[in-house]
């Protein structure tokens, strides 16, 4: 069965320091896989995307992302976080040799202090 | 910039009432979905439709849903006899390519009491 994990509900990080969101998934055929974010009564928001070719992808505000195909994982990072990036990330997956629909993480709420 | 719009932002229903969300995809999107997210829980997909007609939907998406798009435009997501735990967040979405990133709405919140 399809299923994203995010293990942490919740990050925290002192501004101007790097940060991490983990994210691991599992997919039978070739993963899709998504990053969104949700600001406050907002909707979601797409950061960026892996489909194929380099392992890191960047994507919008700064953010980038790291496939890794072995250890089934796709982290969210920021070399130096902003009090600005604190929000709702979600990972998501599509199993481009099933269907379109995407599969969802829980969610972790990041927090960036001043 | 092109965006899903959704109406209207706050819904409040009582049990048993029909409701009808709607949804302006971006306009050269071909595929559109409806996900919902019930407070404090993971986004679920309902629905996905292209070229006129469902083309998955989830274990959620009962005989209680449908979907149409009535006029090339509109998006439509009916709940015919609305449940308490019918009560989430829905969100619109859109893209011009099943795999591409969807984009979506800012989404319904939906409180049947």
């Known amino acids: 069965a399809q299923s994203v994990a995010q293990p942490e509900d919740q990050v925290n990080v002192a501004e101007g320091n790097p940060l991490t969101v983990k994210c691991t998934y599992s997919?039978?055929?070739?993963?899709?896989l998504f990053w969104y974010v949700q600001y406050p009564n907002r909707g979601l928001q797409f950061l960026l995307k892996?489909?194929?070719?380099d392992n890191l992808v960047k994507g919008s505000y700064g953010f980038e992302a790291e496939f890794n195909k072995s250890q089934t994982s796709f982290h969210l990072k920021k070399p130096s976080a902003l009090v600005s990036d604190s929000a709702l990330y979600f990972c998501?997956?599509?199993?481009?040799?099933?269907?379109?629909?995407?599969?969802w993480g829980a969610g972790t709420k990041l927090i960036i202090k001043p | 910039e092109p965006e899903v719009t959704q109406t209207p932002s706050h819904q409040v229903t009582q049990m048993g009432q029909e409701v009808i969300l709607r949804c302006v995809p971006i306009?050269?999107?071909?595929?559109f979905y409806w996900y919902r997210q019930i407070l404090g829980q993971k986004v679920e997909f309902l629905v996905s439709?292209?070229?006129?007609?469902?083309?998955?939907k989830s274990e959620i998406f009962d005989d209680q849903f449908s979907v149409e798009r009535p006029d090339g435009s509109n998006f439509t997501l009916k709940i015919r006899s609305t449940k308490l735990e019918d009560s989430a967040m829905y969100f619109c979405?859109?893209?011009?390519?099943?795999?591409?990133?969807?984009?979506f709405g800012q989404g319904t919140r939906l409180t049947v009491v």
């Open positions: 439709f292209y070229n006129n007609e469902i083309s998955e």
């Open positions: 997919v039978s055929g070739n993963p899709y």
């Open positions: 306009s050269n999107h071909l595929y």
């Open positions: 998501a997956v599509r199993d481009m040799d099933s269907n379109y629909q995407l599969i």
């Open positions: 979405a859109s893209n011009w390519a099943g795999g591409d990133e969807a984009f």
């Open positions: 892996y489909i194929t070719g």
